[in-house]
């Protein structure tokens, strides 16, 4: 099986879990920054690995120097998250998660982990719990800028494979706060996704 043998109503049941999981996730980072999250319409792609970096080299992210944290997961289903920061983006977020103005390298990248922790693991989670699948986590890592997000992602066992990729932009209300979620999805995992939601619309069906 591959992705892109998803049925259609399969395809609109994962872009609805997508949506609740980014809300669960712009609900986190809302409560965390103590501010209004704006969250525009998560996007779900089939694409291949190498072209997942290349949705940053468009829109209001082409010119931007970026920031970028990686989580892993693994479980039912595996895949790869990235959380990728306007460059600009750590000073706000010091001030907002109370650091002060003096917080030096450290408490910046500390931040930046933290804040990617939580909002990865509200995305995954909202596609993996409804559909009654387990997913743990690796640590949260500092990945670095462009040139590191193609490196990472031009490398390991799913390099030449497709995928389905999940990217959503969240801003905050009146800040200049710009970040970028990508949750790639490999093949794979693709076909464990499918059998949970062939369970979850059957329930429903049931119902």
């Not at 809302?30 to 690995?49: E, I």
């Not at 920031?67 to 479980?75: H, I, T």
């Not at 640590?139 to 959503?168: F, I, Y």
Request: aromatic letters at 6%; charged letters at 20%; a negative charge.
């Amino acid at each position: 099986m591959t992705a892109a043998l998803l049925s259609a109503d399969k395809r609109d049941a994962l872009q609805e879990l997508v949506n609740i999981g980014m809300g669960a996730a712009g609900a986190a980072l809302a409560k965390a920054l103590g501010a209004f999250v704006q969250l525009a319409v998560p996007g779900v792609d089939l694409l291949d690995r190498r072209r997942v970096a290349t949705l940053l080299d468009d829109g209001s992210w082409a010119n931007q120097d970026v920031e970028a944290v990686r989580q892993p997961f693994f479980g039912a289903f595996m895949g790869e998250s990235v959380m990728v920061f306007d460059g600009h983006t750590h000073v706000e977020l010091c001030e907002l998660l109370g650091y002060g103005p003096d917080a030096g390298a450290a408490e910046r990248q500390e931040a930046l982990l933290d804040m990617a922790n939580v909002v990865i693991g509200a995305c995954v989670n909202g596609i993996a719990e409804p559909l009654n699948e387990a997913i743990s986590f690796a640590p949260t890592t500092r990945l670095g800028g462009r040139a590191e997000m193609h490196s990472l992602l031009s490398r390991g066992p799913d390099v030449l494979g497709q995928g389905l990729v999940v990217n959503v932009d969240f801003k905050l209300e009146g800040r200049a706060f710009l970040s970028r979620v990508l949750v790639f999805l490999p093949e794979h995992s693709i076909a464990r996704i499918d059998q949970a939601l062939t369970r979850l619309l059957d329930g429903v069906s049931a119902g």
